[in-house]
């Protein structure tokens, strides 16, 4: 049997996560049957990951966290003067 066409990044993730039309991921799982080395160590190296990804999703940070990044991540007064004077200049 030959190897049909790889599929791309965003595919094998979607397949490894359950995600996708029931056709290509019918077509996708031909495609590891017939062999395909590349694409197979591809989505093991997926599956390794996909628990840790799953966990990770469900991770709440502590609400003080959030509150000093938010407080990092305000933009400066003088941040924002210099933006709007930029801004100025691009639109006139
Ligand atoms: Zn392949």
């Not at 049997?1 to 996708?28: E, K």
Request: positive net charge; glycine residues 6%; aromatic residues 8%.
């Amino acid at each position: 049997m030959t190897i049909s066409r790889h599929y791309d990044v965003p595919a094998w993730t979607d397949f490894v996560r359950g995600l996708g039309d029931a056709d290509q991921r019918s077509a996708m799982q031909q495609h590891l049957s017939a062999g395909c080395a590349r694409c197979g160590e591809f989505v093991a190296t997926l599956q390794r990951f996909a628990p840790i990804a799953a966990t990770e999703a469900q991770y709440e940070p502590p609400e003080e966290a959030v509150r000093r990044a938010e407080a990092l991540f305000q933009p400066r007064a003088s941040t924002a003067v210099s933006r709007a004077r930029v801004g100025a200049r691009v639109t006139s």
